[in-house]
């Protein structure tokens, strides 16, 4: 096993490069997780993709300490100041939120969603996962949410068989994720498409859960207009029920295990689509995002730019996910947009 000459390239700036130099990978490169998994696995993705932020996907549960302090240091620069030796507190009290509804007009704001990533105890992650345990957890999981009632009751729709207009419609109307990126690609999370990935949702789309993505789930609340506070009760309701009765794979330091090492500790992202075509333009927006931890997209998903109808409409999330709560994950998305909102009508 080589180590990748590609990471001495200089356009190469990612974190995997950065803490896997030549004397670190030596020192690791033969070691294996009990799923059977190594260093080299889990880099394919930066190696393969030079611009790479990160670079780098665990497989399992395991890699996260299976390589010496690797990870962690990975961990630990990506969010920084948070140091694993602190603990990780989770809070999906809504009770706690304090989020009034910030355009209760419907002027700026066109929706909010907020999502979990989840992954089930006993299983590896998805660029690890072979088609029987790919099936095995849908099979489990559909089980868990077809079970469930009120306003989250639904039904489960596999990708497979799905036929092209319905996936390209639910795509479109933001509630389906589209096969993985060249990141996912080469991390070997789309393998088998689509077999084993689908959607729940109920009936008015507010509750959906995706299932066998970039992690096993992704646990989704939304609905048009801007009352946070009601999509979070029900993502709150939603995690606590399937939380019980199927087990999330978690660890004191690292929260809610995930795929990516940029999604641990909540698994969160909070979000609302809204319109800020003059704020956005201010010359202190992106400080401004960088001191409230908001983080700016296109809204089409992640890598997306805002284009004709829709320009000027922007997704505004939390930036930091791990060494802070959920319910303190949804209120920096909040405190950012109050200080957007505020440019935005001065
Ligand atoms: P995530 O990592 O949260 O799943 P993406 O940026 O890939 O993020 O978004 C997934 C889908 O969710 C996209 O179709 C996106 O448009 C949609 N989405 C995200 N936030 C909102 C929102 N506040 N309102 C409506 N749709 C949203
Ligand atoms: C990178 O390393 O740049 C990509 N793998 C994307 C990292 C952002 N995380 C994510 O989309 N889950």
Not at 130 to 136: A, I, S, T, W
């Amino acid at each position: 096993m080589e180590y990748p000459a590609v990471f001495l390239k200089p356009e190469v700036h990612s974190l995997a490069k950065k803490y896997v130099t030549p004397e670190v990978f030596e020192e690791h490169k033969n070691k294996k997780t009990s799923r059977g998994y190594t260093l080299l696995d889990c880099m394919q993705s930066g190696i393969q993709n030079l611009d790479s932020d990160t670079g780098l996907y665990a497989g399992d549960e395991e890699c996260y300490t299976a390589f010496g302090n690797v990870l962690d240091n990975i961990v630990e620069d990506y969010h920084a100041p948070y140091k694993i030796a602190d603990g990780h507190t989770p809070d999906m009290n809504p009770d706690h939120l304090n989020c009034p509804n910030p355009d209760p007009e419907g002027k700026y704001i066109r929706s909010t969603r907020i999502r979990v990533a989840r992954n089930l105890k006993g299983y590896g992650l998805a660029p690890n996962l072979g088609k029987q345990e790919r099936l095995d957890i849908e099979r489990k999981v559909v089980e868990v949410l077809t079970s469930l009632t009120g306003d989250l009751a639904g039904k489960y729709y596999p990708l497979q068989g799905m036929d092209e207009a319905t996936r390209q419609k639910l795509v479109d109307d933001h509630f389906l994720f589209k096969k993985g990126d060249r990141f996912l690609e080469s991390a070997g999370c789309n393998k088998e498409w689509p077999e084993g990935r689908g959607i729940y949702h109920n009936d008015a789309k507010t509750f959906l859960v995706w299932i066998n993505e970039e992690d096993q789930l992704r646990i989704i609340s939304m609905e048009k207009g801007s009352d946070i506070g009601s999509v979070f009760r029900r993502l709150c309701k939603a995690v606590n029920e399937i939380d019980a009765k199927l087990g999330f794979q978690h660890s004191p330091g690292l929260g809610y295990i995930t795929s990516c090492p940029t999604n641990l500790g909540t698994g969160m992202r909070a979000s609302v689509h809204v319109k800020i075509p003059k704020a956005h333009a201010h010359p202190d927006f992106k400080a401004i995002c960088d001191k409230y931890h908001i983080q700016p997209r296109g809204i089409h998903g992640e890598h997306s730019e805002s284009t004709g109808e829709d320009a000027g409409v922007y997704d505004i999330s939390n930036r930091r996910r791990l060494g802070l709560s959920e319910v303190r994950c949804v209120q920096d998305m909040y405190d950012g947009l109050m200080k957007l909102l505020e440019i935005e009508k001065s």
